[in-house]
Every structure is written in C-alpha cells, then in structure tokens.
C-alpha cells in the first residue's frame, strides 16, 4: 500500500527552466510534508517543507505547493540548474507519529545544458 | 547545522555472518533515531523507531530478531544485521531527531551492505 506516490521516475528539463515535481498521497491523517534531495549512495538531503495550514512555502529557487483537497503537492524548482540533478522524494508525516516519515518513490531529475 | 555519520560506508561480508552498522549524531543529542532501508530504484521504508533507552518500535514485517537495533546513548544507534543473507543487501539510512528539531530529522549518508 503506497501511501505517497511519485508517478513520474524521470523528468529532464532544460537548465534555466522550470522543474515542476509531484506527489500524491493518499492517507489524510497525514499533515507535514518534505522534500528530500538525495544522489546515489548517499542520505537524502532535506529541501523544504510545509505544513498542512499552509498551501505554498517559498525558500529561494524552492517552492513547494499543497492542494489538500486534492491530496497533491508539488516541489518547484525555478531555475533549474544542473546542479539539482538528483533523485527527489517527497515525504509525509503525521502528528501523531512525529517524524516518522513515509516517502514515495522518488523523480529522478536531469538538468540538461 | 546538524550532522549524523554512519559507520561503515559500505561493507561486504559473508552469507551467515552478523554486521554492525553505528549511527552517530555528531552535534546534537538524538532522542529518536529512524532507520530505513532503501532497494535499488525504490523507496526508503522505514525499518524501526528507537528512542534512547528503550526498546525499539518495528515497522509491520521487520524481523526484529534480525535487525537488532540499540540506542543506548543519545548521540549513537546501532543496527546488527544477524545471519545475513544476500537478500538482505541493501542500502541502510538511519536519521535522528533532537528533542528541540520538531518533526525534522537529518538523514546519515547511508551504509552499502552487500552479503554474498
């Protein structure tokens, strides 16, 4: 039972442009959410979070933005630099299991020149 | 800002052997330490919970006599693979969490553990 899915694997995009990564779940107790950043044969990197009041949290090139009506927030990346090539995972929580995370199964991003 | 190791990187050991993997925040004190476990191209699932001094919490089909996890100081959790099998190889994450972090935790670089 995939509780956050990532339903693209993949996504190339030119450097410069916008890098839009989604994210669907399906448990509505969940209430917190990350982005984690992570290259291979190493820990995730955490990006940004937000928190179930809010819709959008900003934190430079990321933005990440949440529909819970929909069940559905995406990681904006803008512009997007060969550097951000990596694998993304969005990850949930819920209050009453603090930071106990349940992550989908990952974009791979690719940067292009 | 915070920093957790893990010890080793990456080994290598026998079908039947035990390894030990050390999780260590270096600069905070961890009161809840996560371990997960990630196969090529999927996601990281959540093995168990442990918080310092107490017995660790499983995630529903974890053997827990397999996977051993200790936390007994609150800057170091340890993960004993008993009796591996090549099944188990795998990529290990563990992550810790301070009292003051809220429901952030920082992730570890990860252990490579090939069984052959």
């Known amino acids: 039972d995939q509780q956050v899915k990532q339903n693209s694997p993949s996504l190339s995009v030119q450097e410069g442009r916008i890098s839009i990564l989604n994210c669907d779940y399906t448990?509505?107790?969940?209430?917190?959410f990350l982005w984690y950043k992570k290259y291979p044969a190493e820990g995730p990197t955490f990006l940004i979070s937000?928190?179930?009041?809010?819709d959008k949290n900003e934190d430079g090139r990321f933005t990440v933005f949440l529909n819970k009506s929909a069940k559905h927030l995406s990681l904006h990346i803008v512009p997007s630099q060969p550097g951000d090539s990596a694998v993304y995972f969005c990850?949930?929580?819920?209050?009453?299991?603090?930071?106990?995370?349940?992550f989908g199964t990952g974009t791979r991003l690719q940067v292009t020149l | 800002g915070a920093v957790v190791s893990q010890h080793p990187s990456r080994v290598i050991c026998k079908s039947g052997t035990s390894v030990k993997i050390e999780c260590r925040s270096l600069?905070?004190?961890?009161?809840?330490m996560f371990w997960y476990r990630q196969f090529p191209k999927q996601s990281l699932m959540l093995m168990a919970t442990?918080?310092?001094?107490?017995?660790?919490?499983?995630e529903q089909g974890v053997e827990k006599d397999k996977f051993l996890i200790n936390h007994a100081s609150l800057t170091l959790s340890t993960l004993t693979v008993t009796s591996a099998h090549p099944e188990d190889s795998s990529f290990y994450i563990c992550?810790?969490?301070?009292?003051?972090?809220?429901?952030?935790?920082?992730f570890g670089p990860g252990t490579r553990l090939t069984v052959l």
């Open positions: 442990s918080n310092e001094g107490s017995k660790a919490t499983y």
């Open positions: 600069d905070f004190q961890a009161t809840t």
């Open positions: 990850a949930a929580s819920s209050t009453g299991t603090a930071s106990k995370l349940t």
């Open positions: 992550s810790a969490r301070g009292a003051d972090s809220a429901r952030l935790s920082v």
């Open positions: 448990n509505s107790m969940f209430d917190y």
């Open positions: 937000i928190s179930s009041i809010k």
